[in-house]
T-cell receptor, first 110, second 113 residues
Framework: GQQVMQIPQYQHVQEGEDFTTYCNSS?????IQWYKQRPGGHPVFLIQ?????EVKKQKRLTFQFGEAKKNSSLHITATQTTDVGTYFC??????????FGGGTRLMVKP | GAVVSQHPSWVICKSGTSVKIECRSL??????MFWYRQFPKQSLMLMAT?????????EQGVEKDKFLINHASLTLSTLTVTSAHPEDSSFYIC?????????FGPGTRLLVL
């Protein structure tokens, strides 16, 4: 079945440093979605990428979808303590189901 | 945006009891809802797909007789953990799709003593 992998599992950064998490799917995706889960909270939708090579920005966050539509990345510029949380990528399966990557847990030292 | 609620937020119960968790889509209808389980510092694992008007679809390894799912209406799905054991302690989250986005409930923390 479809597998979605993310690296790294954990990342400690100093506030102000950049951060990137990478997502790879075993199959070609029709779209890829990114979610953020704060400690103790639930996943919250961030963005969806659909087109091959698509790049989208949300303030300090830059999302990229690979040309082959099998990988994606999320880059945060100049991290802040409010960026702390776990970032998940997810690819759709049949019937609206999502397969989640393992997540990258971001910790930011003030 | 769309809102999904879950009740209760947390529950502590004795081993052997059954626990019912409700998931509601508050401002939209959902013919399908998903139930996930998340252990500490791990990703979300899909347990089952709840289908309004028909039987739930369970993922491999998930016991359907232990985790009873009922999709009572277009806005409500329930997950009942029957005869709960300590190993069932986890964070249970539901989600409902609206167009292409999954909206997650706030989750239910279950602790079985």
């Amino acid at each position: 079945g479809q597998q979605v992998m993310q690296i790294p599992q954990y990342q400690h950064v100093q506030e102000g440093e950049d951060f990137t998490t990478y997502c790879n799917s075993s199959t070609t995706l029709s779209n890829i979605q990114w979610y953020k889960q704060r400690p103790g909270g639930h996943p919250v939708f961030l963005i969806q990428l659909v087109k091959s090579g698509e790049v989208k920005k949300q303030k300090r966050l830059t999302f990229q979808f690979g040309e082959a539509k099998k990988n994606s990345s999320l880059h945060i510029t100049a991290t802040q303590t409010t960026d702390v949380g776990t970032y998940f990528c997810a690819g759709p399966n049949a019937g609206n189901m999502l397969t989640f990557g393992g997540g990258t847990r971001l910790m930011v030292k003030p | 945006g769309a809102v999904v609620s879950q009740h209760p937020s947390w529950v502590i119960c004795k081993s052997g009891t059954s626990v019912k968790i409700e998931c509601r889509s508050l401002d939209f209808q959902a013919t399908t809802m998903f139930w996930y389980r998340q252990f500490p510092k791990q990703s979300l694992m899909l347990m089952a797909t709840s289908n309004e008007g028909s039987k739930a679809t369970y993922e491999q390894g998930v016991e359907k007789d232990k985790f009873l799912i009922n999709h009572a209406s277009l806005t409500l799905s329930t997950l009942t953990v029957t005869s709960a054991h300590p190993e069932d302690s986890s964070f249970y989250i539901c989600s409902a799709p609206r167009q292409v986005t999954q909206y997650f409930g706030p989750g239910t923390r279950l602790l079985v003593l």
